[in-house]
C-alpha cells in the first residue's frame, strides 16, 4: 500500500533539509525491519519548506511463528507413549491440548513444545504508533523549540500530511494533528488541497509551483543555466557547493541573469566571485577563464516579468562590489611585510600563542620538510611563503569574506611581485578543504599545506583537546585528512612520525600534555583517518586494516601497499599465503623475542625456510623501501610452500629449550618480514571469524 508524508515547515536551511532527508530514510527501514512490515520502497524528497517521504508498504506486519519449549522428551512422555503430568501441566500453561504438543529438536536435545502463530498488526497502527518517534529523533546543527513546548525540531512545523492506501493516517506531533491536505508554493499558492496519492500529491504540487523532487530542480536549474549562457557564448564558473545550496533553498527554480559596471572587472575572479556568492548566492559568468560583466542568480520563483529580481540584485550587488573594491585598493596600500609585524596581536590559540608564534613555527616545519623530500630549489620560496601566509587575517577583505583566506594572502602577494612558487603557496595553502577538493598544485603549497595542519594538530591535542565523535572544533579531522591527501596525491616519501617528533619539538613546552602521549595520540588519528579515506575509496575494509596496521609511519606507502593487495586479492596464492600467515602468528602468540642462531638449524626443512626467507628478505627490502609493494607481495608469495613443509615436518614446540626458541626466532623473523609487506592477520577468509 502507498505511503505519503509530508512535514510543512518554516523555511529550513539547505544543510537541515540534506541531513533530515538521509535521517528520514534511515529511521523508517530501521523501524520498519524491526516491526517486521515489508517494504517495497522508500523514497525522500526535500525543500526549503517540506520534508517527503513516500513508499509501499505491506497492508500488515508478518505473521510470526514463535516456538514454546516445554520439558524435555524423557521427562514429558511415558515409556508408554503417554503424557506425563509434567507435559499437561505446560500444556494448560499455554492454552492447548497435551494432544498439540510436539517433539521439537534443539542443540539440548529433544523436548516437548508448540509452535505458535502471531497475526501481524495492521501497519497503519504500526504506522501511527512509530511515526511520532521517527519525526521527535530527527536532529540537526540547530534545533529550535516554539511556544510553550519542549519539542525541538529545525523549524516550526506547520502542516503534516499523511496517508496510508490513499486514507488519513491518524497522529499527531505536539497538537498538530495529520490530515489529508498540503498547500502550494508559499508566496504564490498558500491555499490548500486535499490530496488521495502520491502521484496526486506531486502533480498538484508542480501546479501550484512546487517541484519536491530535488533532482528535478538541479535539472531545471541546470536547464535554465545553459540557455542564458549559450546566449552570452560563456561558461558558468564552477561552484558545486552553491548549486547544492541552492536546489534544496528553493521550491521552484527561476534562472535570472544580471549584469554589473565593466570598472569592477579590475578586481580578481576570485574576488568577484565570492563577493557574488556569499550573501547572494550568485554565479559568476566566465569566458576563457576571465570574469565577465554579467551573473546569474536562481530565485524561489516562477517569472520576474518586471524584472524586481533582477534590479534588486544588480542594485545590491554594485553596492558589495563597492565594497570589495574598496577593500581590495585600501588592503595594498601597505605591504604584506609591514603587516605581518602585526601578527603578534591575533592569537591563534589561548595556550598555543599568537599567530606570529604560528608564523615562526611553519617557518621551521616547511624548512624541514622541504629537506626530507628534497626540494631544494624550493626551500627558500616555501619559507618566504609561511612568513607571509597568515598576514592576510589583517586584511581588510578578509574580515569581510572569510573564505577568502589564503587564496586573496596569495593574491596580494602576486601583486607585490613576490615569485610565482611564494604566492602560489600562500594562496593554496589551504587547500584541499574537502576531500573532494582538489590539493595544492605547487610544491611549495603542498609543504606549507601539511605544515600548517599539523601544526593546528599537535598543538590543539598538546593542549589536552581531544575529538569524539560529535566534537571537533578545531577541524581536525579535516586537518588530518587534508595532510593525508597532500602527501598521497604528491606522492611525498617521508618518516611521519620523525615529522610528528620535530612538531613537537619546535612546539617546546608550550604543549601541556607528554610528548609521547601527544605522539601516540596522533598517531592513531591518523591511523584512523587514513581507514575512513581508504574505505570511502571502496576498498575492502579489511585489506585497509592490513595496509594500515602494517604501520604508517610512511603515509604514501600506505597507500601503496593497499593497492598492491587490491591487486593481488584475487589471486590463487593469496588465501593460501594469509591462512599460513595466521598460523604463524597464532604460534608466535604472546612468546618472548629470540634470536636465530643458523648453527642450531638441525632439520632439513628448517635449513631450507632459513635459506629461502633470507633469499627473499635480501630481495624485498630495497623493493619495500621504494614502494614496490606488487612486487614484494608476489616474492613473499614463494615462502609459503616451505613453511608449509617446516610445520608439517618439525616440531616447533620440541622439549629441546635451545631448539625451541631457534625455530621460534626463525618464525619471528619470518614474521617480522611478513608485516613490513602487510598485516595479513587482519585479513578476512571465507568462513573464518574476523580479526578482533
Same mark, same amino acid.
Given at each position: 500500500m502507498e505511503f505519503i508524508l509530508e512535514l510543512n515547515t518554516e523555511e529550513m536551511p539547505p544543510a537541515h533539509v540534506k541531513a533530515a532527508l538521509v535521517q528520514l530514510e534511515e529511521r523508517f527501514k530501521e523501524q520498519l525491519l524491526s516491526q517486521n512490515v515489508e517494504r517495497r520502497q522508500i523514497k525522500t524528497y526535500g525543500t526549503c519548506r517540506r520534508l517527503v517521504v513516500t513508499g509501499y508498504f505491506s497492508p500488515t506486519q508478518k505473521d510470526r511463528e514463535e516456538e514454546f519449549i516445554g520439558p524435555p522428551k524423557a521427562v514429558g512422555m511415558k515409556q508408554d507413549g503417554s503424557f506425563s503430568s509434567a507435559a499437561k501441566g505446560f500444556a494448560k500453561s499455554q492454552g492447548v491440548r497435551v494432544s498439540e504438543l510436539k517433539v521439537i529438536k534443539t542443540a539440548k536435545g529433544e523436548y516437548l513444545g508448540l509452535k505458535k502463530i502471531e497475526r501481524g498488526m495492521p501497519t497503519r497502527d504500526i504506522l501511527s504508533e512509530i511515526l511520532p518517534q521517527i519525526v521527535s529523533s530527527l536532529s540537526f546543527p540547530k534545533m529550535m523549540r516554539w511556544?510553550?513546548?519542549?519539542?525541538?525540531?529545525?523549524?516550526?512545523?506547520?502542516?503534516?500530511?499523511?496517508?496510508?492506501?490513499?486514507?488519513?493516517?491518524?497522529?499527531?506531533?505536539?497538537?498538530?494533528?495529520?490530515?489529508?491536505?498540503?498547500?502550494?508554493? /508559499?508566496?504564490?499558492?498558500?491555499?490548500?488541497?486535499?490530496?488521495?496519492?502520491?502521484?496526486? !500529491?506531486?502533480?498538484?504540487?508542480?501546479?501550484?509551483?512546487?517541484?519536491?523532487?530535488?533532482?528535478?530542480?538541479?535539472?531545471?536549474?541546470?536547464?535554465?543555466?545553459?540557455?542564458? $549562457?549559450?546566449?552570452?557564448?560563456?561558461? $558558468?564558473?564552477?561552484?558545486?557547493?552553491?548549486?547544492?545550496?541552492?536546489?534544496?533553498?528553493? *521550491?521552484?527554480? @527561476?534562472?535570472?541573469?544580471?549584469?554589473?559596471?565593466? *570598472?569592477?572587472?579590475? $578586481?580578481?575572479?576570485?574576488?568577484?566571485?565570492?563577493?557574488?556568492? *556569499?550573501?547572494?548566492?550568485?554565479?559568476?559568468?566566465?569566458?576563457?577563464?576571465?570574469?565577465?560583466?554579467?551573473?546569474?542568480?536562481?530565485?524561489?520563483? @516562477?517569472?520576474?516579468?518586471?524584472?524586481?529580481?533582477?534590479?534588486? =540584485?544588480?542594485?545590491?550587488?554594485?553596492?558589495? $562590489?563597492?565594497?570589495?573594491?574598496?577593500?581590495?585598493?585600501?588592503?595594498?596600500k601597505a605591504t604584506l611585510r609591514k603587516k605581518a609585524k602585526a601578527l603578534d596581536k591575533i592569537v591563534f590559540q589561548e595556550?598555543?600563542?599568537?599567530?606570529?608564534?604560528?608564523?615562526?613555527?611553519?617557518?621551521?616545519?616547511?624548512?624541514?620538510?622541504?629537506? /626530507?623530500?628534497?626540494?631544494?630549489?624550493?626551500?627558500?620560496?616555501?619559507?618566504?611563503?609561511?612568513?607571509?601566509?597568515?598576514?592576510?587575517?589583517?586584511?581588510?577583505?578578509?574580515?569581510?569574506?572569510?573564505?577568502?583566506?589564503?587564496?586573496?594572502?596569495?593574491? !596580494?602577494?602576486?601583486?607585490?611581485?613576490?615569485?610565482?612558487?611564494?604566492?602560489?603557496?600562500?594562496?593554496?595553502? @589551504?587547500?584541499?578543504?574537502?576531500?573532494?577538493?582538489?590539493?595544492?598544485?605547487?610544491?611549495?603549497?603542498?609543504?606549507?599545506?601539511?605544515?600548517?595542519?599539523?601544526?593546528?594538530?599537535?598543538?590543539?591535542?598538546?593542549?589536552?583537546?581531544?575529538?569524539?565523535?560529535s566534537k571537533d572544533p578545531f577541524g581536525l579531522r579535516r586537518n588530518a585528512q587534508g595532510v593525508c591527501k597532500v602527501i598521497i596525491e604528491r606522492k611525498l616519501c617521508l618518516s611521519f612520525m620523525r615529522l610528528l617528533d620535530k612538531v613537537i619539538a619546535i612546539y617546546g613546552e608550550r604543549l601541556q600534555e607528554p610528548k609521547e602521549k601527544i605522539k601516540s595520540y596522533c598517531l592513531d588519528f591518523f591511523s584512523n583517518r587514513l581507514r575512513y579515506i581508504f574505505e570511502r575509496q571502496g576498498y575492502r575494509y579489511d585489506l585497509v586494516n592490513a595496509s594500515v596496521s602494517a604501520g604508517i609511519d610512511n603515509l604514501y606507502h600506505s597507500y601503496l601497499r593497499l593497492i598492491a593487495l587490491d591487486s593481488l586479492k584475487d589471486s590463487p596464492s593469496f588465501e593460501p599465503l594469509i591462512i599460513i600467515a595466521k598460523r604463524v602468528n597464532n604460534i608466535l602468540?604472546?612468546?618472548?623475542?629470540?634470536?636465530? =642462531?643458523?648453527?642450531?638449524?638441525? *632439520?632439513?626443512?628448517?635449513?631450507?625456510?632459513?635459506?629461502?626467507?633470507?633469499?627473499?628478505? =635480501?630481495?624485498?627490502?630495497?623493493?619495500?623501501?621504494?614502494?614496490?609493494?606488487?612486487?614484494a607481495q608476489r616474492i613473499i608469495f614463494r615462502i609459503r610452500s616451505s613453511i608449509n613443509s617446516f610445520f608439517d615436518n618439525v616440531l616447533v614446540m620440541t622439549d629441546e629449550v635451545r631448539m625451541r626458541r631457534n625455530r621460534l626466532a626463525l618464525l619471528q623473523a619470518i614474521s617480522k618480514l611478513l608485516i613490513q609487506v602487510a598485516d595479513y592477520s587482519q585479513i578476512v577468509i571465507e568462513g573464518q571469524d574476523s580479526p578482533k
Open positions: 511556544g510553550e513546548s519542549s519539542f525541538r525540531f529545525s523549524r516550526p512545523i506547520k502542516n503534516i500530511l499523511c496517508l496510508f492506501g490513499g486514507k488519513k493516517l491518524s497522529f499527531s506531533i505536539e497538537g498538530i494533528r495529520a490530515g489529508n491536505s498540503t498547500t502550494g508554493h /508559499k508566496i504564490y499558492f498558500p491555499k490548500k488541497i486535499k490530496v488521495r496519492s502520491f502521484k496526486e !500529491y506531486r502533480e498538484a504540487l508542480k501546479k501550484m509551483k512546487v517541484v519536491i523532487d530535488q533532482e528535478e530542480r538541479r535539472k531545471m536549474i541546470l536547464s535554465q543555466i545553459g540557455r542564458k $549562457l549559450t546566449s552570452l557564448k560563456a561558461e $558558468l564558473h564552477p561552484d558545486e557547493g552553491l548549486l547544492e545550496r541552492l536546489v534544496y533553498d528553493i *521550491e521552484y527554480p @527561476y534562472v535570472i541573469l544580471g549584469s554589473f559596471p565593466e *570598472e569592477y572587472l579590475e $578586481l580578481p575572479l576570485e574576488v568577484l566571485s565570492t563577493a557574488m556568492r *556569499e550573501g547572494q548566492k550568485l554565479f559568476s559568468i566566465v569566458k576563457e577563464k576571465k570574469q565577465q560583466p554579467f551573473f546569474l542568480g536562481v530565485a524561489d520563483a @516562477y517569472q520576474d516579468s518586471k524584472s524586481l529580481i533582477r534590479k534588486g =540584485n544588480e542594485r545590491v550587488l554594485k553596492a558589495r $562590489l563597492d565594497d570589495a573594491k574598496f577593500f581590495w585598493e585600501q588592503d595594498r595556550k598555543l600563542g599568537s599567530y606570529e608564534d604560528k608564523t615562526q613555527r611553519l617557518k621551521k616545519i616547511v624548512s624541514y620538510l622541504a629537506d /626530507k623530500i628534497e626540494a631544494t630549489k624550493e626551500k627558500k620560496q616555501v619559507i618566504q611563503a609561511a612568513e607571509l601566509s597568515k598576514v592576510d587575517l589583517l586584511t581588510e577583505m578578509v574580515r569581510e569574506f572569510p573564505s577568502l583566506q589564503g587564496n586573496v594572502g596569495g593574491l !596580494y602577494a602576486r601583486e607585490e611581485k613576490y615569485p610565482a612558487l611564494v604566492w602560489k603557496a600562500v594562496y593554496e595553502h @589551504y587547500q584541499p578543504v574537502s576531500l573532494d577538493d582538489e590539493p595544492p598544485a605547487s610544491l611549495t603549497g603542498a609543504i606549507l599545506s601539511i605544515a600548517d595542519r599539523l601544526d593546528s594538530i599537535v598543538g590543539v591535542i598538546g593542549t589536552g583537546i581531544t575529538v569524539t565523535g602468540k604472546d612468546q618472548p623475542l629470540f634470536k636465530v =642462531n643458523q648453527a642450531l638449524l638441525a *632439520e632439513k626443512e628448517e635449513r631450507e625456510l632459513y635459506t629461502t626467507f633470507s633469499i627473499i628478505k =635480501n630481495n624485498i627490502i630495497p623493493l619495500i623501501s621504494k614502494g614496490d609493494f606488487s612486487q
